[in-house]
Each structure stands twice: as structure tokens, then as C-alpha cells.
Nanobody, 115 residues
Framework: QVQLVESGGGLVQAGGSLRLSCAAS????????MGWYRQAPGKQRELVAV???????SYADSVKGRFTISRDDSKNTVYLQMNSLKPEDTAAYYC?????????WGQGTQVTVSS
């Protein structure tokens, strides 16, 4: 099993930055799919950024050029650096990983961007 704990959310003005962290309860060295999703009120959960096959990264079109996913295997942590934030980025952000065929989710961290 894997427990995921997100942190780093908060309230920020448009144009600002936040860095989210996702700490895993076990080594992520062998977790090849790990990333971030978000869900705004009344909307479906959507993929924001993900590592797949270990090092390949993918981003939602809406965040390309503004968000960067990174990982520090020595700290069992995945990060999401969010720059040039927009009000439409407001959502609960969830960390996710796929390990041994099972998907795991964190509890989420709220990001609110004011205009």
C-alpha cells in the first residue's frame, strides 16, 4: 500500500505561484506512474500533470508552460510548481499514483486563486 499526503495549497492572487508537495509512505523509485489531478466544484476530476514510465511527463494543455512536475526519489516526494496562476486554476488538487495495479489518492489540498 501507499499513503500519499499533499501539502502546499493555499490562497494566492492571480499571477502568483505555489508549490505543492506529495509525500509518499514508501519509496517512489519503483512507482512509474505518479502525478497530480484537480477537481473544481461542479466539475469532473482532471489530470494536471503526470510522470509515466518513470521519467516521461505529460501536462494538461491548460497548464503547459505554467506548471512543472518534478520528483525527488530520495525524499519520496513529487512536486507541482505552479506559476502564473489563474482564477480558473482554483480547485482541490490530488496526488495520485499507480502501484502494483492499484491506484492510490491523497486527501487533497485546496488551491484558491483570486482575481
Amino acid at each position: 500500500q501507499v499513503q500519499l499526503v499533499e501539502s502546499g495549497g493555499g490562497l494566492v492572487q492571480a499571477g502568483g505561484s505555489l508549490r505543492l508537495s506529495c509525500a509518499a509512505s514508501r519509496s517512489i523509485f519503483m512507482i512509474f506512474t505518479m502525478g497530480w489531478y484537480r477537481q473544481a466544484p461542479g466539475k469532473q476530476r482532471e489530470l494536471v500533470a503526470v510522470y509515466s514510465s518513470g521519467s516521461r511527463t505529460s501536462y494538461a494543455d491548460s497548464v503547459k508552460g505554467r506548471f512543472t512536475i518534478s520528483r525527488d526519489d530520495s525524499k519520496n516526494t513529487v512536486y507541482l510548481q505552479m506559476n502564473s496562476l489563474k482564477p480558473e486554476d482554483t480547485a482541490a488538487y490530488y496526488c495520485n499514483c499507480l502501484f502494483q495495479g492499484t491506484a492510490y489518492w491523497g486527501q487533497g489540498t485546496q488551491v484558491t486563486v483570486s482575481s
